[in-house]
C-alpha cells in the first residue's frame, strides 16, 4: 500500500456564518501530484492553509489533520521545515535583489552561508534565472517573479510542496517550463499539493484530482477516471439557433448557456451527422475534457462567493 504524505478525516473550518470547508476528508499519497479543483469560493485555499498551520481547522469538529506524521495543530514550524509553499500573490521583497530574496529565506532555515549559497545557485539554474541573479525584483517579468517564489520555496529541499494558483496569468510558455520543473521535482521525490484554475495545468499534473463545490469534495480521482464515469466522450458545441428532433434529443446530454448548446454523446458518428445538418450555426466537434466534467459537476452559474 502506497505511503500517505497527507491524511485529512472529517475538517471543517467556518468564518462567522460561512462555511468555508464542509467535512473534508481525503489522502495525498507521497511521491504524487495532488490538485484541487473548484469554482472561487469553494473551500482550497483554506484547505491548503489549514495543511501548514496558517488557518486553524474547528477545534469542536472532531477531525484530524496528518501532513508528513505532524498535527499542523501542535506541531505547525515542523510542517513548515519540511515543506515549501507557493502563494497566490508574489510577495517578494522589492527592495532587494534576487540574490538577496533567497538569502534572507535560507536564514529562515539556519543554512549554513556555503550552503545557502550553493543552494541558491542550483535553484536559480533549475528555475532557468542564474543570468538574472543580480537583478532587482522590479526588473523582472510577471514570469520571472514567479519562477523566483518557486525557487525560494524549494531553499530547503521540501519533501511536500504546496502551490496555490501557481501559473495563474503567465504565458504559455512560462506555464510550460513551470510544468516541466514540477515534473522533474515530482520524479525526484517530492509531494506536490496545488489549487489551480487551469484545467489542462490539472489534468498536464496532477494524479489524484479533488473537485470541491461550496466547502465539501464533490468528486475525487485520476485525470481519466474523473472523465470516464462522469462526462460523455465527445461533445459538440453549436453557437447559433438550432432545433433537434425527438430521436436526436433521447440519444444525448444536452447542455445549454445563453449563446451555445454542447451536445454530448458517446457516439462521435452521431455528432458528425448532427453537425452535417447544421446550416447557420457554428459548431465545434471535440473530444470531452476536465472542464466538462468540472461544468457537470459544479454547474455553470456564478456562486454568491464568485
Not at 473548484?38 to 498551520?53: I, Q, V
Not at 543580480?134 to 531553499?155: D, N
Not at 453549436?238 to 448548446?261: F, P, W
Amino acid at each position: 500500500m502506497a505511503e500517505s504524505a497527507i491524511t485529512v478525516r472529517d475538517i471543517s473550518k467556518s468564518f462567522g456564518k460561512v462555511k468555508a470547508v464542509r467535512d473534508l476528508s481525503f489522502e495525498v499519497e507521497a511521491n504524487t501530484c495532488f490538485g484541487f479543483l473548484g469554482p472561487n469560493g469553494a473551500g482550497k485555499t483554506t484547505m491548503m492553509k489549514m495543511l501548514y498551520g496558517k488557518c486553524t481547522r474547528e477545534e469542536n469538529g472532531g477531525g484530524s489533520i496528518n501532513v508528513l506524521g505532524h498535527d499542523p495543530a501542535s506541531n505547525e514550524l515542523a510542517i513548515k521545515y519540511l515543506s515549501g509553499v507557493v502563494p497566490q500573490d508574489n510577495n517578494l521583497d522589492d527592495e532587494l535583489d534576487v540574490i538577496s530574496n533567497l538569502m534572507v529565506y535560507s536564514r529562515f532555515y539556519a543554512l549554513p552561508r556555503k550552503s545557502a549559497v550553493s543552494r541558491i545557485d542550483y535553484l536559480l539554474t533549475f528555475m532557468e534565472l542564474s543570468e538574472k541573479r543580480a537583478a532587482s525584483i522590479k526588473e523582472l517579468s510577471g514570469g520571472m517573479q514567479r519562477r523566483l517564489v518557486i525557487a525560494r520555496a524549494l531553499m530547503n529541499n521540501p519533501k511536500l510542496l504546496i502551490l496555490d494558483e501557481p501559473t495563474t496569468g503567465l504565458d504559455p510558455q512560462v506555464r510550460h517550463l513551470i510544468w516541466d520543473k514540477l515534473r522533474q521535482l515530482k520524479r525526484h521525490g517530492t509531494t506536490i499539493l496545488l489549487t489551480t484554475h487551469y484545467m489542462e495545468e490539472a489534468f498536464a499534473l496532477c494524479d489524484t484530482i479533488l473537485i470541491m463545490d461550496k466547502g465539501a469534495g464533490i468528486l475525487r480521482g485520476s485525470p481519466a477516471e474523473l472523465l470516464a464515469k462522469n462526462v460523455e466522450k465527445h461533445v459538440l458545441e453549436i453557437t447559433g439557433s438550432c432545433k433537434l428532433d425527438d430521436a436526436i434529443l433521447q440519444k444525448v446530454r444536452i447542455d445549454r448557456t445563453q449563446e451555445t448548446m454542447r451536445v454530448y454523446c458517446d457516439d462521435d458518428q452521431l455528432l458528425r451527422q448532427l453537425a452535417g445538418g447544421l446550416k447557420d450555426a457554428h459548431y465545434f466537434l471535440r473530444q470531452s475534457n476536465l472542464e466538462d466534467v468540472f461544468l457537470k459537476a459544479t454547474g455553470r452559474a456564478l456562486n454568491e462567493r464568485q
